[in-house]
């Protein structure tokens, strides 16, 4: 639970996602800023200084010095009527592309938490088969112990102890080839977690306490609401339907209407003066050389085409919950035959290890033996993580949800 909280938080995908949802909502804003009035305004101011020089009553030279001022300023105000609706479907469309950018997040929400949770029961899966592979290490060097002690007595041949040492050489080298595998898991699940690989530990190392939640298969019919993927689909179709609007409405007039206030002042010679002006303006298109036809088709077709993937969506979507459902019941099937056969190789290794040491079978048939043993109980943890990630996949393709509300 805490990883999936830290992963939520600090998920670097995520933390891009969110900025796209961002931009969504600025182009949603521009688009529908053509519903309002658009005023402006400008200014300017002017300051002038002049110097005369005359001829004074006392014979000598005398200058005088005059200065003005004048400013002027201006606001205008423009507004398009949307007659056709075609500013309201620009605006309808932004509003549907940043809807579906959020629901874009939120199946990315999904796929986060569910590696999150694969990644994790994989690591603990990894953890059981080395201790599974540790403690086949152990009774293998145990075994040649003996057939050396054999040896040296002459009661064993050098054959067998050239197969044995084979065999130790193997079970190290698969602990090791464990211990990558591990190391590259932890590292991935760092890196989901928003966090450095390095120093980043795993602690659990046992399947068996993780309990699986059930999932409310009675919800299944609501895979409409519940899954993000399945309403992004919905909302790219109805952006797209504005985008037709807004195409069709361009083939018709365009009615603008503007307004010009003009003030002018000046502090020494002029009155102040106050103007206004009133405008309306009627385009119409005329020839655009087919650029207007163009763009209606490429909606249309654009919409069509999206039509078509949410129908995909939804058939992917309920196929993905058929294979959740068969994978885990398929899974759980082998894992309680796995869990027989793991029982029955603990006993024959036992029996064959105990007349092994009596002298009453040769080494061949404890050989085999520890073989079964060991890909019995491997084999075992590995079903054991495809029944964890079965209800991983399942809860993902129902949309979410770790308990009955989904």
């Known amino acids: 639970d805490h990883m999936m909280k830290q992963a939520l938080a600090n998920n670097l995908d995520l933390a891009a996602a969110k900025q796209r949802i961002g931009q969504f909502r600025a182009q949603a804003k521009t688009a529908g800023a053509p519903l309002w009035p658009a005023i402006s305004a400008t200014g300017s101011y002017d300051f002038s200084d002049s110097t005369r020089s005359g001829n004074s009553n006392f014979n000598g030279r005398n200058s005088s010095t005059s200065s003005s001022s004048t400013w002027q300023g201006q606001w205008n105000m423009s507004y398009e009527v949307d007659l056709w609706g075609g500013i309201r479907a620009g605006r309808d469309s932004a509003l549907g592309s940043l809807q579906s950018s959020r629901f874009t997040l939120e199946a990315l929400r999904l796929v986060v938490m569910g590696d999150v949770a694969q990644t994790y029961f994989a690591i603990v899966g990894l953890k059981e088969r080395k201790r599974i592979a540790e403690n086949n290490l152990k009774n293998i060097s145990d075994v040649l112990d003996i057939i050396l002690a054999r040896f040296d007595a002459g009661g064993a041949s050098m054959l067998e102890v050239a197969q044995q040492k084979t065999e130790r050489a193997n079970a190290e080298a698969a602990v090791a080839q464990i211990d990558q595998q591990i190391a590259q898991s932890e590292n991935a699940l760092a890196v989901l977690l928003g966090q450095a690989p ?188 495809d029944v964890l990630t079965a209800s991983v996949l399942l809860f993902k393709s129902l949309g979410g949800g770790w308990s009955g509300q989904l």
């Open 198 to 385: 390095q120093q980043f530990k795993v602690s659990a190392s046992k399947l068996q306490p993780i309990a699986i939640p059930k999932a409310d298969l009675a919800q299944a019919s609501a895979l409409f609401d519940q899954r993000p993927d399945i309403r992004s689909a919905e909302t790219d179709l109805i952006a797209a339907h504005a985008d037709i609007g807004k195409a069709r409405a361009a083939f018709y007039p365009r009615l603008q209407l503007g307004a010009d206030n003009i003030f002018t002042a000046a502090t020494m010679s002029q009155p102040a003066g106050i103007g206004i002006a009133l405008a309306s303006s009627l385009t119409a298109p005329i020839f655009q050389g087919g650029r207007l036809e163009g763009e209606l088709e490429r909606t249309l077709a654009r919409r069509t085409e999206l039509l078509e993937i949410y129908r995909k969506t939804i058939l992917s979507a309920y196929e993905e919950v058929e294979d959740a459902l068969h994978l885990g019941n398929q899974s759980s099937r082998r894992r309680e035959q796995l869990l027989l056969s793991v029982a029955n190789a603990e006993q024959a290794y036992e029996i064959a290890r105990d007349r092994f040491l009596a002298g009453a079978t040769d080494y061949q048939t404890l050989l085999i033996v520890q073989r079964s043993l060991l890909n019995a109980q491997d084999s075992e943890v590995q079903a054991h993580v």
